[in-house]
């Protein structure tokens, strides 16, 4: 579209006959020079349109309307900025946008006038915050610093929690209650460190998620052995790390075996107890004696 056709009347005359079907010019069209130059200047697909293509013709005139009720719009908001301030031009579409931003936080402030009187007790209204800016700035502020507080009430309850969970003396508890106590709700520590460092905390509890059966089989066998009259050597078993060439244990399965066997051997062959208690009962012969004697 040429620039300077919607102004030009005889040219836009010329579009509508075309789009009727008609001759674009009459016989005699004496100083039709300029209109007929806007004209042959129209390109429907990079190409100029025939006079016989109707359909053509209709389409430009389309865009003629279009681009005049385009026009038409934009003085009449033009028109309006002016009055309220709001910007013209070219920058309608972004005072457009704004006002419709502004429009749709009206529609919900006037939804929500039932929770506002919870809020402020009635002590104001809608129309009185619409009317004083700084009062609703400042009620705004205040909104917001009560949602805050809230939610780091919400934020401590569950810190407490989690360090609740977190009561054990292993190191990934140890890990956990630190990371609860020194990282999280700090503003010295970034999101990014806190992200870190819990994605680790996660993996670490994962890895122990994985050796669940193995740790239930050690509980199993521990309390067995503590049943069996070992108790100490179940918590030793349950509770400290294994080591290679642990003097309290055999790396072979026969050296137990026959550990096992000599000690009892020795058990059945000891004769300590029953000598201390003959001696024992010995001293208190002698006792009776001497007592016998000074009667």
């Known amino acids: 579209m040429p620039d300077g056709i919607i102004d030009d009347a005889d040219a836009c005359d010329a579009v509508s006959r075309g789009a009727k079907g008609q001759k674009l010019w009459p016989f005699m069209a004496l100083g039709k020079g300029t209109a007929k130059a806007l004209v042959g200047a129209i390109l429907l697909d990079g190409a100029p349109v025939a006079e016989g293509n109707s359909a053509g013709w ?6 003629i309307a279009n681009t005049g009720r385009r026009r038409q719009v934009r003085a009449r908001w033009d028109a ?14 972004s005072a457009v946008d704004l006002a419709r931003k502004i429009l749709h936080i009206c529609d919900d402030a006037r939804a929500k006038c039932a929770l506002l009187a919870s809020v402020v007790a009635d002590a104001f209204s809608i129309d009185t ?11 705004a502020k205040q909104i917001q610093a009560a949602a805050t507080s ?3 009430a919400a934020v401590e309850q569950d810190r407490r ?13 140890d890990l956990a209650r630190q990371f609860i106590d020194k990282f999280v709700g700090k503003p010295s520590v970034t999101s990014d460190k806190v992200r870190s460092i819990w994605n680790g905390l996660l993996n670490r509890l994962a890895q122990l998620k994985t050796l669940a059966r193995d740790f239930e089989a050690i509980d199993e066998v521990t309390r067995a052995i503590a049943a069996a009259g070992a108790p100490e050597w179940a918590r030793m078993l349950s509770a400290e790390k294994a080591v290679p060439d642990d003097p309290r ?7 137990a075996w026959d550990h096992a066997a000599a000690d009892a051997q020795l058990a059945r062959i000891d004769a300590r107890q029953k000598l201390t208690e003959l001696a024992t009962e010995r001293e208190a012969a002698e006792k009776r004696c001497r007592h016998l004697f000074v009667q």
């Not at 309006?80 to 309608?92: D, H, K, M, V």
């Not at 915050?129 to 009620?139: F, G, V």
């Not at 244990?249 to 050296?255: I, N, Q, V």
């Open 249 to 255: 244990t055999s790396p072979a399965w026969r050296e």
């Open 80 to 93: 309006f900025a002016r009055e309220i301030g709001a910007p013209t031009g070219g920058n309608a579409k």
């Open 150 to 152: 809230v939610r780091l």
């Open 161 to 173: 929690r989690l360090c609740q969970i977190f009561q054990g003396d292993d190191r990934t508890s």
């Open 129 to 139: 915050l619409l009317n004083d800016p700084t009062k609703c700035a400042a009620l």
């Open 58 to 63: 209709r389409h430009i005139a389309a865009v």
